[in-house]
C-alpha cells in the first residue's frame, strides 16, 4: 500500500510540475489560455499572478518528490512527513478552487485526485 501510495504522490507531483510550466511558462498561449478559459486580454493582465501561482505548484511537487526517497530507503517517518505535507496541501488546494469556483469542478478534481488517493493509500500503508 505505502508504495502504491508514493505512486500516487510521484504522479500528483509530475501533474503539478505540468500545472507549474503552464502557469508560470505558457500562460498566455493560446493552449493554456483555453485550458484555463481565460482571454488574451485577461491572461495578460493575470500573467504575474499565475507566474507565482506556479510557484506554488512547483514547490509542492518538490516537497512531495523530496519525500519519496527517505520511504523508500527507510526514513518513514521524514518522507511520510514530506509526501503528506505535499499531497495534503495539493487536496486543499483543490478543495478551494471547488468550493470558490464550482465550475472549475473538473480541474479541482484533476488537481486533486491523485493526491486523495496518495494519502488514502500513504496512510493505510502505515497500518500494514
Not at 17 to 28: A, C
Not at 29 to 57: D, P
Not at 90 to 102: D, G, N
Not at 111 to 126: D, R, S, Y
Amino acid at each position: 500500500m505505502l508504495t502504491a501510495g508514493l505512486v500516487f504522490a510521484a504522479l500528483a507531483a509530475l501533474l503539478h510540475v505540468y500545472i507549474f510550466t503552464m502557469e508560470s511558462f505558457t500562460w498566455t498561449s493560446e493552449r493554456t489560455r483555453a485550458r484555463f478559459g481565460t482571454s488574451a486580454e485577461e491572461a495578460e493582465v493575470t500573467k504575474l499572478l499565475a507566474f507565482n501561482q506556479g510557484f506554488y505548484n512547483l514547490f509542492l511537487a518538490i516537497v512531495t518528490g523530496l519525500g519519496i526517497p527517505p520511504v523508500l530507503l527507510g526514513d518513514t517517518a521524514v518522507g511520510v512527513a514530506l509526501v503528506l505535507a505535499g499531497v495534503g496541501s495539493m487536496a486543499a488546494a483543490a478543495v478551494v478552487l471547488l468550493l470558490s469556483a464550482p465550475e472549475k469542478a473538473r480541474a479541482a478534481l484533476l488537481q486533486g485526485t491523485f493526491p486523495v488517493i496518495a494519502i488514502m493509500l500513504v496512510v493505510l500503508g502505515l497500518y500494514r
